[in-house]
DNA sequence: TGCGTAGTTGCGTCATTGTGCAAATGCTAG
DNA sequence: CTAGCATTTGCACAATGACGCAACTACGCA
């Protein structure tokens, strides 16, 4: 569940506004088109796309040779939600006092 | 909006193990309790515990010489959704066609 | 078949970061 | 004041990762 893999292609800032280009279009692009919203090399790009994709969070589709990056909102979403209902489980808001010994039996 | 800062804080294996930890354990925990939970040295598990709190994953509270960290899970949970709902809001399910050109105006 | 465009991959470099050990700090108790 | 425990910090080292450039592949078009 709490997989570092998600975070840690979402913790580069690059990769962020690859992303918030992406999201803010709202359609597939092209590597071409989305390395024009930052200042990096386009093979840069390339490479954190299909990071990001490798990730789950963009899906990726070709045509001709062109290939098409897009976000992956409604499953990001979801996992996103999955995360924070988990959270709020295992960390009621009427918790109980600190104690001593062991932090939990299991881990 | 979306930060890079809070998914690198959560992109480390060490700290997801430390922050399931005192999840599952659902109350404020001492350092040295937490420590118990992976392999690695104290002074290590000190500096990703901070490195939580400053992201605000964590809540911290010193009581004598020992330092509480317990999950501050109702704003992580809070942040987790408003991210959810920003990346349906930007890419509805019904899609524009891929274009071409720039991907977005603004960046 | 030859050329141009779109994207990927190899490689070297540099900055960041995770880690352990040892020393230092902060605080409590006797 | 001294002893001792909990935690933090300094330092050095190794591993990871981001980056740019250049070479390469893949595809469409004349």
């Known amino acids: 569940m709490l997989d570092p893999g998600l975070f840690k292609a979402l913790g580069d800032p690059t990769r962020i506004t ?7 279009c709202g359609r ?3 590597v071409g088109e989305i390395a024009q919203c930052c200042a990096v090399d386009l093979s840069v ?3 954190h796309l299909r990071l990001l994709a490798d ?3 963009l899906d990726s ?5 062109t290939v098409f990056y897009a976000v992956r909102a409604g499953p990001l979403a979801g996992a996103l939600r999955r995360l924070a209902d ?3 489980r295992c960390c009621p808001a009427d918790r109980r006092a600190p104690g001593s010994g062991r932090c939990c039996g299991s881990c």
Chains 1, 2 share one sequence.
Request: aromatic share 0%.
């Open 28 to 30: 597939p692009c092209a």
């Open 18 to 24: 690859l992303l918030a280009c992406l999201a803010k």
């Open 86 to 88: 988990e959270l709020e």
């Open 45 to 47: 790009v390339s490479r």
């Open 61 to 65: 589709s070709k045509s001709g040779r």
């Open 55 to 57: 990730a789950g969070v």
